[in-house]
Structure formats: structure tokens, C-alpha cells
């Protein structure tokens, strides 16, 4: 398993799935874990998923249903564990910093939901909280958390229980995605899929930040936007400079936009890669998962 595999937080974790289904706005990539491990995708109308942490994200339910449906082989009644993977825009992931972290899974659940709550715009309260602590750097212990509004979990997983799947697996893609990266120094991850554009650093194997920003039209000017303040933090707060900037999802036109922030930055700009195809706007969770069961 990857060096990454032990920081992606779950929001459910069972026995290792057959079937994994990555969903986002313009379709649903998905696999089963047969030798062959072949990605295939299945489009979705405009506007059946609109991605937003705080309202429901199934704008057309029973055309979800339907591609479900229609993509899912018969097996009659019996259910199938499936890994499911959200929309980075679906959920809020932080990490947090403390000098000292309870021992106690209770205390250690209520302090990150103490946290978390001002920094999410739903109840947290009743939201799902998934976490990993990460191994301790100069005395801080860091958290990667992911959070999820419940109803929002519930809406995702539903069109899979009606086609006899059991979600038992449930993360976002861009921490899927990790399992793609092999560590080295601090690295960018710019991941964009529609007007999403999720952005992580990580130093060595550690996640130092994560961010997820829905943009207006997804210009160049609005990634430079937020690419720009996010070198800013990893030279302020990290007291060092990035050695790499890793893209996946970009237009194949915007690749030429690499001189230009190698020489902006000062950084090696290149594409995130996959042993099982080129990751994409929409399959880069997916093929991150199936490198974790590789690795």
C-alpha cells in the first residue's frame, strides 16, 4: 500500500469492496476489481449532481437512479460492498494542529468537532467527521478531517443501496488522488474538475493543507488566484520553498501554462500520473484507490 494510503481519512470503512464508483458532475467513472481493472464512464446529464457542501447535491434524482442502474451488472438481491467517491466540493477537509492529542476516541472525536464547527458552514453536530492523525512533526501533531453533512452522504449512497450496492468505503476524490504521489520535498496538487479546483500541500508524505474553491468560470486568472497565496503560505508558514507543482484535470491547452508558472514559481510544474491510465477531471479518486490496492 502507498505511503498515502494510511492518511486518506474514510467516512466509512468496511471489508475491501468488489465495485468503486468515483461521481461528479459530469458523469460516473467507475470499476470492479477484476484483473483487468478497467475505468469506464457514464455521462450525466447537465445539472443531475450540482457539488456544494451545504445543500443537496442530487439536483435530479431519478436520473441518477437510472444511470445507476444501468451500469450496475444483476446479481439479484444480494448486496455488494462498493467503494464510493465524492466530490471534493461535497465535503470540507482541514488539517489541524496540536501540541497534544487525547488517547481516548471520544475526546478525540469531540475536540475535532470543537474545531471544525466554525470553520464549516452546516451543523457539525450532526454531520459525519472522519480523521487520521498524522505522524508527529517537531512536537505538533497535525489531523487531516474530513466532513460531510449527513443528508448529503445519505443522497450520494442512496441510488447505490436501490441497485443492491452497500457503500461500506466513502472519501473524496482529491484524497484519493493522493495515493498517485510519490513524496518528494513539498509538492502542490492542483486538481480541477469543472469550476473546482482543490489544491493540497504536502510536505514529504504530510498533509500541510488542503483546499477546495468553486470558481466562477474556472479562468486561468481564478486558478492563479488561488494558486498564487497558496506558494505565499508554503514560504510563509512552511519557511520553504515548493519543488513541484503536480496537475490533473487541465485542459490539455492550459499545459502550456507550465513555462509560465515554472518561471512564476520556481517550480517543476507536471501532470499526476496513473499505472492505470491518464487521471482525469473525473476518474483521478478512482485511479488513486485502485493504486492504494496496488501498492
Not at 475505468?39 to 434524482?61: H, W
Request: glycine share 4%.
Amino acid at each position: 500500500m502507498s505511503a498515502f494510503a494510511k492518511l486518506l481519512p474514510t467516512l466509512f470503512k468496511d471489508p475491501p469492496p468488489k465495485y468503486a464508483f468515483e461521481l461528479s458532475e459530469a458523469g460516473v467513472s467507475f470499476t470492479t476489481f477484476d484483473s483487468a481493472r478497467q475505468v469506464k464512464f457514464a455521462p450525466l446529464e447537465p445539472g443531475v449532481i450540482s457539488t456544494s457542501p451545504v445543500r443537496d447535491n442530487i439536483q435530479m434524482p431519478d436520473a441518477l437512479d437510472a444511470r445507476i442502474r444501468s451500469i450496475a451488472p444483476p446479481n439479484g438481491n444480494r448486496k455488494r460492498r462498493a467503494a464510493l467517491i465524492l466530490p471534493d466540493y461535497s465535503a470540507r477537509v482541514a488539517v489541524l494542529d496540536f501540541d497534544s492529542f487525547p488517547s481516548d476516541h471520544d475526546e478525540q472525536v469531540a475536540l475535532v468537532r470543537f474545531r471544525m464547527k466554525k470553520s464549516v458552514p452546516f451543523d457539525i453536530d450532526s454531520a459525519i467527521v472522519s480523521y487520521h492523525a498524522q505522524p508527529a512533526v517537531n512536537g505538533k501533531i497535525e489531523i487531516v478531517v474530513a466532513v460531510m453533512a449527513f443528508e448529503i452522504i445519505a443522497r450520494y449512497e442512496a441510488p447505490f443501496r436501490q441497485a443492491a450496492f452497500h457503500p461500506g468505503f466513502i472519501t473524496t476524490s482529491a484524497l484519493a488522488a493522493l495515493n498517485l504521489l510519490k513524496p518528494d520535498k513539498v509538492t502542490l496538487l492542483a486538481k480541477l474538475s469543472g469550476r473546482t479546483l482543490s489544491v493540497l500541500v504536502l510536505d514529504g508524505s504530510i498533509l500541510k493543507l488542503a483546499r477546495c474553491m468553486e470558481m466562477e468560470e474556472g479562468t486561468t486568472a481564478e486558478i492563479e488566484a488561488i494558486l498564487h497565496p497558496t506558494f505565499i503560505y508554503v514560504e510563509d508558514e512552511m519557511q520553504s520553498k515548493a519543488n513541484r507543482l503536480l496537475l490533473c484535470g487541465f485542459r490539455p491547452e492550459a499545459q502550456d501554462l507550465s513555462q509560465r508558472w515554472h518561471a512564476e514559481w520556481g517550480v517543476s510544474v507536471e501532470t499526476l500520473q496513473s499505472r492505470f491510465g491518464m487521471p482525469g477531471p473525473n476518474d483521478a479518486g478512482l485511479l488513486g484507490y485502485l493504486e492504494s490496492l496496488e501498492s
